[in-house]
């Protein structure tokens, strides 16, 4: 839902697979989240107007309890002021993807690998079903 831009659909899909706490208890993660559905709002409206009234109300607790934030904030703001188009929105999209797979696979005990570490369990999984199936090396 994220890579598509549905931020109100990949929270309900994260509250329903995991807990309506998962996303509260990572308040960053739920603001970043906020942040771009701000941003996808305005891009889908043209303008901020609108997204105005949705950053007060959705956005301004968070930099009232925790004024780091602010960067974050400056960084949605900074991408309607840049009119984000397309490449640089399915970018945004993909870091906050990222993210957002990252803290359910740590939350489930997944630690999320690199892809060099991906690569090494790919290759040990094929080591091992090769000895386990001769008859499948041998096609090889």
């Known amino acids: 839902a994220i890579l598509a831009g549905r931020v109100?659909?990949?929270?309900?899909?994260?509250?329903?697979?995991l807990s309506p706490r998962f996303l509260a208890d990572r308040p960053e993660l739920l603001f970043r989240m906020l942040c771009h559905k701000f941003v996808e709002a305005a891009c889908r409206e043209g303008g901020a107007e609108g997204g105005l009234a949705?950053?007060?109300?959705?956005?301004?607790?968070?930099?009232?309890?925790?004024p780091g934030y602010g960067p974050e904030l400056d960084r949605a703001m900074a991408a309607l002021t840049r009119g984000e188009g397309g490449v640089e929105l399915a970018?945004?999209?993909?870091?906050?993807?990222?993210?957002?797979?990252?803290?359910?696979?740590?939350?489930?005990?997944?630690?999320?690998r690199t892809g060099e570490e991906?690569?090494?369990?790919?290759?040990?999984?094929?080591?091992?079903?090769?000895?386990?199936?001769p008859a499948m090396d041998a096609g090889a």
């Open 54 to 66: 949705f950053a007060r109300r959705e956005l301004a607790p968070f930099i009232d309890a925790n």
């Open 8 to 17: 109100d659909a990949a929270r309900r899909e994260v509250d329903a697979a």
């Open 91 to 112: 970018a945004r999209r993909e870091a906050l993807w990222g993210d957002l797979n990252g803290a359910v696979l740590r939350a489930c005990s997944f630690e999320p």
């Open 118 to 133: 991906r690569m090494a369990a790919v290759e040990a999984w094929m080591d091992r079903e090769a000895e386990a199936n």
